[in-house]
């Protein structure tokens, strides 16, 4: 079985944080208001006094705290790594198709 289940929510992701430290970096925003998740979708009302370091998930429950320049970095490499990955994935089911192409063109010679 491929793990191929998040891939396209993991990269939207990724593109909603850059787009949004892209936002604050053009904008030079200093502090926010902002909905923070709790867990089970409770949200609570959060000030943002300092904006210029940001907390990114980098997996497996793992936050770094980043600056905007940083944090850009951080998702072009994630995003390149994705990239990556799903070209592997489809490289992988195209070779696997042509191979039961292969073997069903094989057993009707036989």
């Known amino acids: 079985m491929l793990p191929i289940a ?3 929510s993991s990269n939207h992701r990724s593109s909603d944080l850059r787009k949004r430290v892209e936002t604050l ?32 998930d980098v997996g497996l429950g793992f936050h770094v705290e980043f600056t905007w320049p ?26 696997d198709s042509l191979g039961l192409v292969l073997h069903g063109l094989s057993n009707k010679w036989k």
């Not at 502090?31 to 009302?45: A, H, K």
């Not at 850009?72 to 195209?94: G, P």
């Open 25 to 56: 970096e053009k904008n030079a925003v200093t502090s926010l208001r902002t909905l923070v998740n709790l867990d089970s979708e409770v949200y609570t009302q959060a000030d943002v006094l300092d904006t210029r370091h940001i907390f990114v």
């Open 70 to 95: 940083e944090a850009l970095e951080f998702i072009s490499l994630k995003e390149a790594r994705l990239a990556k990955y799903v070209l592997l994935l489809l490289l992988y089911i195209y070779f």
């Open 6 to 8: 998040g891939i396209n």
